[in-house]
C-alpha cells in the first residue's frame, strides 16, 4: 500500500462498486499476425483498432503467464495515442482474469526503466508497458505492447513464442464491462476483485537513481558554469527529466526540451540520433551555448550523448561507462562483468580486458541480457542503438546514462572531447557505423539477406578492403545460464585485422523490412584516433555494398539513417 490515505479510499471505494460481471468475447477467425519482434508487438495504431486486436494479444499474455490469477501487474505507457485506451482495456481483461492488483500511473505515463523498477519493488507477476519505443506515434503512427516478466525485464524468446501460439490458436477473450477509473490523479479503486492503484510514475524511479549517483556533486555542476541541454522529444522522460534535471538538480528552467508528453510525440520521430533528433544535434555540434546535450526515445530506455562539438558513438559510451564506473557511487565497488549485443562494437572488450572482467556477447535485444543479470554475472550492459543499462533494473535506460555521464563529468571535471580523447588514447578507437535502409520493399530486403547467406560459406579466406575474411557466419548464442540456443541473429564477416561488417534485418519496423549494415574497424592507441568514422570506414562500406548488393537491390542510393 503506498500510503493510509489511499487504502482508507480503498476500503470505501471496494465497498461502493458492485461486482462487474465478466463477459467473454468469441472471436471467430483468429489473428494471424501477433508475432512479438525484437521487443514486444509493434503495429500501426490502425492495426491496432480493429476491433478485438489489442484484446487478442492481451489475452493471449494473461493465458501464457505464469501468476495471474492473484498476482500484481505493473501497467503503463509512453503516452501515445492509444495509451489510455490500452489502459482502460488491459484493466477490465485483467479483473476478468483474477488478477488482485493493478499498479498504474497518473496519465497513464510511465517509461520503460520506471517499469521494470516497478515491477521488481512490487514483486509482480508482469508488466504491460504500451509502447512502440523510438517507431512515431499517433492515429497515422504505430502503437505497441512490451511484455516484461517477473524480473522486471522483457519477456524471453520461450514466452514470446507461446503468446503468438496462443493468439493463432484464440477462441475469444474474457473481460469485464465496467467504467474503469480515472487516471488524472493518484487514487486507489476497485474493479470487482481487482484493486487498482493509480500512483505517480516518476517518484519511484528518482528514488531509485538517487542511490546510484552523487546527486551533490552533479547538482553543483549543473548549478555552476556548465550548461546542458535535455531533449525529451514530447515523449515519456519529459516529466522524470525535470524532476531530476530542473528540480533535484538545480539547472536552469528550459533544460529540459520538449517535456510535455504528446499523442504524437509533436509529429516527431522519437529515435534519440542524429537525423532524429537534429535540433539538439545542431546545438551541440554547431553551436557553442552547451557544453553537454542529451536525448531520449519514445518510451526512455534510450540515450544519445553529445559533448561541445562531440557525438558519443553508443558503443564508445557502453566503453566509456564501464572504465569509470567506480566513479558512482552505486558501482564504487566494481563491476561483476559487462555484456554487448553482437552488432555492437567491441570497444567495452577491450575495457573489459583491461579491467580483467568477463564479456559477454548476445544478440540483439534487451531480453538477452535478462539471465546474466539475474544471475550476477554482468552489471553493465549496452546495444549499438544507444541502450545501455545495468543491474539496478532489467531494461535498458535513457536517463541513467545521462546521469552517469553527467556524474563523471562532475568528478572528471572536463569534457565529453577529453573524455573520449582519453578513453581513445588509453584503450584505441573503434571506428563504428551503423547504416539503415528504411521502408524496403519486404522481397527484395529478404532476397538480399538469403543470396548474402548463401554467400557466406564461400567467402572464408577470399578478401575484402584489402583485409582476409577470417569468418563468415550467421550468428548463434547459446545462453550459459540456462544452455537455451538461439540461431539466425545477424550475418557476420570478421576481418583479419579484426575489422568487422554484420547485416541484419529489424525486428522493430512496421513497415516493409528495414536493413542494418554495421561497420566496425580498430585502430590501436598511437595511430590515428581523429578521422571521421565515415571516412575511417569508406573501404569497408564500399566492399560492403559490393557484396551485398544493397544499392542495386533496394533501389537506394543512401541510407536512410547513418549513426
Ligand atoms: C532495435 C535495436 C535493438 C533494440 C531494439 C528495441 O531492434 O537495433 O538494439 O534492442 O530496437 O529497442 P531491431 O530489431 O529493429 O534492430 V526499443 O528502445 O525500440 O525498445
Ligand atoms: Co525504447
Redesign the pocket.
Known sequence: MTSSASSDASAAAMAATPSPSVRQVSLSTPFTDQKPGT?GLRKSSRQFEQPHYLESFVEAVFRVLPGVAGGTLILGGDGRYGNRRAIGVIARMAAAHGVARLITTTGGILS?PAASHLIRKHQAIAGIIL?A??NPGGPEGDFGVKVNGANGGPAPESITDAIFAATTALDGYRIVDAETPSLDVPGVHALGDLRIEVIDGVDDYVTLLQGLFDFGAIGALLRGDFPIAFDAMHAVTGPYASRLLEGLLGAPAGTVRNGTPLEDFGGGHPDPNLTYAHELAELLLDGDAYRFGAAC??????NMILGHRCFVNPSDSLAVLTANATLAPGYASGLAGVARSMPTSAAVDVVARDLNLPCYETPTGWKFFGNLLDAGRITLCGEESF?TGSDHIRE?DGLWAVLFWLQILATRRCSVAEVMADHWSRFGRHYYSRHDYEAIASDRAHGLYDRLKGLLPSLVGTSFAGRSIATADDFSYTDPVDGSLTSGQGLRLLLDDGSRVVVRLSGTGTQGATLRLYLESYVAAGGNLDQDPQQALADLITAADQLAEIRSRTGMERPTVIT
Do not use: M
Not at 526515445?297 to 534510450?302: A, I, L, N, V
Open positions: 521487443s520503460t509502447s519505443s523510438h526515445d519514445g518510451d526512455g530506455d534510450r541502450g535498458k
